[in-house]
């Protein structure tokens, strides 16, 4: 057995131009070791915030984020031709691991992300909503409404609902 073979990992990853332009993509980070750590409201708010802030940064908006305690779900959408929804997603897990580190010295995010690019022919309201009834399939809530932990940045989740993008 040779032991100077380097072992590669498989990309898996859609070309970086993808993620340009007036798009939408769904993302999901995950805590490393499942950690229960975004159900704190104090937590939450600097991930809101921070998420609000880099996709403003990046040309985007969040149509719907849900802090799930060991992930978080959200989309993005490019509001021009400029945005970068990678760029986006990649800035907001360096800030958010550097100042969460500091509240918690166990917090970290997962090397990776989950991403989906949502494609004009999707249904961008059922793929927001399959992200709100995310706490009712853990059994968190009964609704989503009552839901503390979910809502938009850079618009308002009912004109988000309504189809009003």
């Known amino acids: 057995m040779n032991r100077n073979v380097s072992i590669r990992e498989k990309k898996h990853r859609l070309p970086r131009e993808l993620y340009r332009g007036q798009i939408a993509a769904a993302f999901t ?7 229960s750590f975004l159900e704190n409201l104090q937590t939450a708010k600097i991930c809101i915030k921070i998420l ?3 996709a403003s940064l990046f040309g985007c908006i969040v149509a719907v984020y849900c ?7 959200f989309i993005l959408l490019g509001t021009k031709d400029s945005a970068d929804l990678w760029e986006a ?10 100042h969460l580190k500091k ?3 166990q917090f970290q995010w997962q090397k990776d992300f989950y991403d989906h690019i949502i494609r004009q022919n999707e249904n961008l309201i059922t793929q927001i909503r399959y ?4 706490p009712v399939r853990k059994g968190l809530v009964d609704n989503w409404n009552d839901y503390p932990l979910k809502g938009s940045v850079g618009v308002k989740l009912e004109e988000v609902l309504q189809g009003c993008l």
């Open 29 to 35: 980070l995950c805590v490393k070791g499942k950690f």
């Open 103 to 105: 509240r918690c010295d």
């Open 131 to 134: 992200i709100l009834d995310n």
């Open 67 to 73: 802090l799930m305690p060991d992930h978080l779900h």
């Open 52 to 54: 609000g802030e880099t």
């Open 89 to 98: 997603v990649v800035r907001f897990k360096q800030k958010t691991g550097f």
